[in-house]
Structure formats: structure tokens, C-alpha cells
Nanobody, 123 residues
Framework: QVQLVESGGGLVQAGGSLRLSCAAS????????MAWFRQVPGKEREFVAA????????YYADSVKGRFAISRDNAKNTLYLQMNNLKPEDTARYYC????????????????WGQGTQVTVSS
């Protein structure tokens, strides 16, 4: 049974930082492209960042480029998202996801999802 469990969310002031983690189990983590998405109630799920199986390449949504950094530790089966210089518009529930193929920015391409962790940025 595949499980993706996010943690690290919380309330932070604008300009602050948070580090999200996603602990994976029940799958061979190193075979999956991993990604972070976020969602605000009433809106579609939005791509944030993705990272290749080895961690050697990554790509980002324009809205977070230069502020967020995705990384992974295949020995620990864990995905991370370092978020710096947070803005109120970053407020959302953040989800980690896994794709056995090459990943993309489309939620439908991902096979597994966590339950999410809430990030709230106050102005």
C-alpha cells in the first residue's frame, strides 16, 4: 500500500521560510518522478515543482522559481520543498505526488498523492 505523508506546513509571516517533507512508503521511491502541487479551495490543483528520479534535474512553476527548491533523498524515501521568501499568494494546501513515468505539470499524470499539508502566509 503506497503512502505519501506530507509534513512541515504551518503559519508563517510574509518573507519567511518553511520546509515541507513528504515521506514515501510502499513503493520503490527511486523509480518515481516526484512533484509538489498546491490547491486553494475552489480552484484547480496547481503545479509547483517536480524532480527527476535521481534528483539530477528539476523544474518549477514560474510563480515560485527562485524562491522554492525541490530536493529528494532516495536513501530516506523522502521528498522536500524548501520555500523561501513566502508570499500571501503561496497560501494553499500542498500535496506531494509520485509518477512512475517522467512526470509533468499535469495532476492527471501522477499515480499517487498524499493528503497534503496546509501552508498559510500572513501579510
Amino acid at each position: 500500500q503506497v503512502q505519501l505523508v506530507e509534513s512541515g506546513g504551518g503559519l508563517v509571516q510574509a518573507g519567511g521560510s518553511l520546509r515541507l517533507s513528504c515521506a514515501a512508503s510502499g513503493l520503490t521511491f527511486s523509480l518515481y518522478t516526484m512533484a509538489w502541487f498546491r490547491q486553494v479551495p475552489g480552484k484547480e490543483r496547481e503545479f509547483v515543482a517536480a524532480i527527476s528520479r535521481s534528483g539530477g534535474s528539476s523544474y518549477y512553476a514560474d510563480s515560485v522559481k527562485g524562491r522554492f527548491a525541490i530536493s529528494r533523498d532516495n536513501a530516506k524515501n523522502t521528498l522536500y520543498l524548501q520555500m523561501n521568501n513566502l508570499k500571501p499568494e503561496d497560501t494553499a494546501r500542498y500535496y506531494c505526488s509520485a509518477d512512475l513515468n517522467y512526470g509533468s505539470s499535469r495532476p492527471d499524470d501522477y499515480d499517487y498523492w498524499g493528503q497534503g499539508t496546509q501552508v498559510t502566509v500572513s501579510s
